[in-house]
């Protein structure tokens, strides 16, 4: 071979040696790749992990805790309350057969001692019996007083009265046998003491009208009637 092709075969070399690509960059950018792909397949992972575990807990989350309720306030049985049949708001209570001293008016209700509205909440034995007096079949009402027109002042009054149920049992509610009142019933009574003095001193009851069903237009009359 002589120098001139010798020559030229290096420079021919040479060239091409210049064209080809460095080494060295080569590998550098071959590492990056190498790199990048395995962020990419390491996010596509995390990724798809977070996916099925969110799967997995809407398919299989725990019930939700029930929030703590209140506990339910106890219900009480309470007393009775209807009207005895045949009766209605506002009529006169028929116990005992009395004799009316005068005639039921707002004028005659006015001079009543005492007169309230109430609900009964006890029944027991007389109270304003004296030992020198002829005794009369009466009982002791208990009241949760709801409103007084004259006479009181109290959430209570105990006041004598006609028992429940007199006479001969015939169940006419109209007749003055017939179940006139009971723990529940609302009634509005009026009455005088009965052996004298201040109104709530041994107090009774009256009929003949002066001690009826509560009604609320009727309580409205009283209240008007006892200014």
Same mark, same amino acid.
């Given at each position: 071979?002589?120098?001139?092709?010798?020559?030229?075969?290096?420079?021919?070399?040479?060239?091409?040696?210049?064209?080809?690509?460095?080494?060295?960059?080569?590998?550098?950018?071959?590492?990056?790749?190498?790199?990048?792909?395995?962020?990419?397949?390491?996010?596509?992972?995390?990724?798809?992990?977070?996916?099925?575990?969110?799967?997995?807990?809407?398919?299989?989350?725990?019930?939700?805790?029930?929030?703590?309720?209140?506990?339910? *306030?106890?219900?009480?049985? !309470?007393? /009775?309350? @209807?009207? $005895? +049949?045949?009766?209605?708001?506002?009529?006169? %209570?028929?116990? =005992?057969?009395?004799?009316?001293?005068?005639?039921?008016?707002?004028?005659?209700?006015?001079?009543?001692?005492?007169?309230?509205?109430?609900?009964?909440?006890?029944?027991?034995?007389?109270?304003?019996?004296?030992?020198?007096?002829?005794?009369?079949?009466?009982?002791?009402?208990?009241?949760?007083?709801?409103?007084?027109?004259?006479?009181?002042?109290?959430?209570?009054?105990?006041?004598?009265?006609?028992?429940?149920?007199?006479? *001969?049992?015939?169940?006419? !509610?109209? /007749?003055? @046998?017939? $179940? +006139?009142?009971?723990?529940?019933?609302?009634? %509005?009574?009026? =009455?005088?003491?009965?052996?004298?003095?201040?109104?709530?001193?041994?107090?009774?009851?009256?009929?003949?009208?002066?001690?009826?069903?509560?009604?609320?237009?009727?309580?409205?009359?009283?209240?008007?009637?006892?200014?």
């Amino acid at each position: 071979m002589n120098l001139s092709t010798e020559r030229e075969l290096r420079e021919l070399f040479a060239a091409d040696a210049a064209d080809a690509p460095d080494e060295l960059a080569v590998a550098a950018a071959a590492v990056r790749q190498v790199h990048r792909r395995r962020r990419t397949l390491t996010v596509a992972a995390a990724t798809t992990a977070v996916i099925v575990a969110a799967l997995g807990y809407g398919v299989h989350r725990p019930a939700a805790t029930p929030q703590a309720e209140p506990p339910a *306030t106890p219900v009480m049985s !309470a007393p /009775a309350t @209807d009207l $005895p +049949a045949g009766v209605k708001p506002g009529d006169p %209570l028929a116990f =005992g057969a009395a004799q009316c001293v005068k005639a039921y008016a707002p004028e005659t209700l006015a001079e009543q001692a005492f007169a309230f509205d109430g609900t009964v909440t006890g029944i027991g034995p007389a109270r304003t019996e004296r030992g020198n007096q002829p005794p009369l079949d009466l009982r002791s009402v208990t009241f949760q007083v709801h409103t007084w027109f004259k006479g009181g002042s109290g959430s209570t009054a105990v006041v004598d009265m006609s028992p429940p149920t007199a006479g *001969t049992g015939t169940g006419d !509610a109209t /007749a003055e @046998d017939a $179940p +006139a009142y009971q723990v529940g019933i609302r009634l %509005l009574v009026s =009455g005088t003491p009965r052996w004298g003095g201040a109104p709530l001193t041994d107090p009774i009851a009256w009929g003949c009208g002066f001690t009826r069903y509560y009604s609320p237009s009727l309580a409205t009359e009283w209240a008007t009637a006892t200014k």
